[in-house]
Structure formats: C-alpha cells, structure tokens
C-alpha cells in the first residue's frame, strides 16, 4: 500500500476528453462494447484519484443519434 501526496495546485490535469458530472472532470480512459451490446464508458478523475464504469446505452441507441445511419442486429 503506498500514498501520493500531492501540493495544492501542484497536480497537472493530463490531456484527454473529460465529462464533467456535479463540477468533477472525469477523463474518458476507455470505451468498450460488451458482447450484449452495451457500451460503457470507463472514468477516472485525475484528482481525487477515483475510478467508475458508465453504461452509456446500447448500440442501437448510440447509432440512432449518428445522422444517416441506422442499427441493424444480425444475432
């Protein structure tokens, strides 16, 4: 078990697309498409070091949003 300490201020944000949820950058680490169909998307705030898995809807859902294209499930 180890600790970071780290100065205020002192913490450089890294470069990468963040959402923000309640003012907190969270930095997109990964995005992954489960074999069910549904996209997640992995966090990680920097800052507080915390990490969390979001589900971001399905395939289907997300390609409904594409313009022009449409979803079609082979199973």
Do not use: C
């Amino acid at each position: 078990m180890g600790f970071i300490v780290n100065k205020i201020g002192q913490t450089k944000k890294p470069d990468g697309h963040y959402l923000v949820k309640d003012g907190i950058e969270w930095l997109i680490t990964d995005l992954s498409i489960s074999a069910s169909g549904y996209v997640s998307i992995k966090l990680h705030d920097p800052i507080r070091l915390e990490n969390q898995i979001v589900k971001a809807g399905t395939i289907g859902e997300l390609a409904a949003k594409v313009s022009g294209f449409t979803y079609k499930e082979d199973l």
